[in-house]
């Protein structure tokens, strides 16, 4: 609601005395502060390609407010008072009335737009991946709500491509079924759906609003995309299986290929991943 929006604004977060009490979510001011965040940086990119450097300007230093609801004490996502302290009785695993439908190990994570910034504001990149494999280990993922759903991916950033596909792999197996409840949560939007399809394919965009796609780990031994502007891009995966989901090496139109992401435009001009 406005009231929301205009405190974060004001304070570049939305304070815990805060409830947005006509919307149906009321409360879960930390998971508007993220989402927010990310949406700036989204209404950002449209505007510097509308060329309006200004508005950029605003809005790309507004993506950055997700830093005022992580708590450097745990490195994890908080709630904050308009005084600016932070909520003193936060547990990360457990439901939050200040994050939306979970708890702050499940939405520290929704900053899609600046993982290395997310990574710094944690900690570093050994509280990162320690906080990461907290998750998976314990059994504290929950892919039934969306917000998560890039969160497996995110060890490519922190250069351990390995666990981004042991878990995307142990996440396509483990929560998807062809029997009734077979979805670990509502297909919104279509969006359990869409994490399966790009997932099996090997790959899947962490971040909407840049041209990059994660790689993790393809399902097929050949799988073809016949795209719109009628050239085919192929992903090739020599002996994949259940447990061979590794990806020792890789080539792209028969050239060496090291990094853990691939552009929009390398799939549309077609050719072959191997």
Not at 4 to 14: D, T, V
Not at 24 to 51: C, I, P
Request: charge should be negative; glycine fraction near 10%; include cysteine.
């Amino acid at each position: 609601g406005r009231r929301a929006l205009k405190s974060y604004m004001e304070y570049g977060y939305i304070p815990l005395e805060d409830s947005v009490k006509e919307a149906y979510h009321q409360r879960e001011q930390t998971s508007r502060t993220l989402e927010y965040a990310y949406d700036d940086f989204a209404l950002a990119q449209v505007s510097k390609m509308l060329g309006e450097s200004d508005d950029y300007n605003v809005l790309i230093e507004r993506s950055k407010n997700y830093r005022n609801v992580i708590d450097p004490q745990s490195g994890y996502a908080n709630g904050r008072y308009a005084d600016g302290s932070l909520y003193e009785g936060a547990n990360p695993y457990t439901f939050a009335f200040y994050i939306t439908e979970g708890a702050p190990c499940h939405y520290t994570w929704y900053v899609p737009h600046d993982v290395q910034g997310l990574m710094d504001a944690m900690g570093g990149r050994d509280m990162f991946v320690a906080k990461l494999d907290t998750l998976f280990e314990q059994n504290l993922y929950w892919h039934g709500n969306e917000p998560c759903h890039q969160v497996a991916y995110l060890y490519n950033d922190a250069g351990e491509a390995w666990k981004t596909q042991k878990y995307v792999r142990h996440i396509l197996d483990s929560e998807y079924g062809d029997s009734p409840g077979g979805l670990a949560g509502n297909d919104d939007a279509g969006q359990m759906s869409a994490w399966y399809v790009f997932s099996s394919l090997g790959f899947y965009p962490v971040c909407p609003g840049t041209p990059y796609y994660y790689i993790g780990t393809p399902t097929f031994e050949r799988a073809v995309l016949h795209l719109e502007n009628g050239r085919t891009f192929t992903i090739v995966a020599h002996g994949v299986s259940k447990e061979n989901c590794y990806i020792k090496s890789a080539k792209l139109n028969g050239k060496p290929y090291e990094s853990t992401k691939i552009h929009h435009d390398d799939i549309m001009a077609g050719g072959i991943m191997e």
